[in-house]
């Protein structure tokens, strides 16, 4: 982002409605405000509401995310729900990742929260696109879980953790060719993604419990 549209943004962020003339930094000439101006309307940033230019939602969403010394977004920790389903078997339901990071490896299903759903929305929603289940979700408790490779940090994830007992598949699909049922004592350990075995034997998961692994490659 140029420095004058990242100027503009700031000052939208400290008065939520400027006019023309209050907004256009000293010394920068009216043709090159415009410029940058327009280009801040068009990526639907900011807006003209009668004499006064103001933050979108979208530039709202954007300000929530920004460090204010570098105008650079800020890396922050990401929200899951963690879905521990068992069947009558008592074997666990795991899940291989497709995607880096941990491609290859095995944990329970997870995935990110989506703006506006309450976290059981967000665990219904993950049991059926990761599973092809339903079933009764129980929250168990919340954990951070952190992991580093080689002392550098790869994930910050503050999990939700969900048990369903006997899920069922939803009628007329399978179970999806990543997921797999296998009994706690018989997964091979080293196979899994890191601290995912240590998060599930947290007898009542808390915020003040932190899950944090440290792999070497």
């Known amino acids: 982002m140029h420095i004058l549209q990242q100027k503009i943004i700031a000052s939208l962020i400290k008065q939520p409605g400027l006019r023309f003339n209050k907004l256009r930094p000293e010394g920068v000439e009216s043709n090159q405000f415009v410029y940058h101006l327009k280009v801040l309307m068009r990526d639907k940033l900011i807006k003209q509401t009668g004499?006064?230019?103001?933050?979108?939602v979208g530039g709202k969403q954007l300000a929530d995310k920004l460090s204010y010394k570098d105008f650079r977004p800020r890396v922050q920790p990401k929200i899951v729900t963690m879905l521990v389903c068992k069947n009558s078997k008592g074997e666990y339901l795991w899940q291989k990742r497709t995607k880096e990071p941990f491609h290859g490896l095995v944990s329970?299903?997870?995935?990110?929260?989506?703006?506006?759903e309450t976290i059981q929305e967000a665990a219904t929603r993950e049991l059926q696109e990761k599973t092809n289940m339903a079933g009764k979700l129980q929250h168990t408790g919340d954990a951070y879980w952190l992991v580093y490779e080689n002392d550098e940090l790869i994930i910050h994830v503050l999990c939700h953790l969900f048990r369903v007992n006997n899920p069922k598949l939803t009628k007329g699909l399978i179970i999806p060719p990543d997921c797999f049922w296998l009994a706690l004592d018989k997964i091979d350990k080293t196979s899994l993604v890191p601290g995912i075995f240590e998060l599930?034997?947290?007898?009542?998961?808390?915020?003040?419990?932190?899950?944090?692994?440290?792999i070497a490659k």
Do not use: E, R
């Not at 004499?51 to 979108?56: A, C, E, I, R």
């Not at 329970?108 to 506006?116: A, D, E, I």
């Open 200 to 214: 599930v034997k947290l007898k009542q998961p808390h915020l003040d419990q932190i899950v944090s692994v440290n």
């Open 108 to 116: 329970f299903p997870y995935g990110k929260l989506h703006l506006g």
């Open 51 to 56: 004499n006064l230019y103001q933050l979108t």
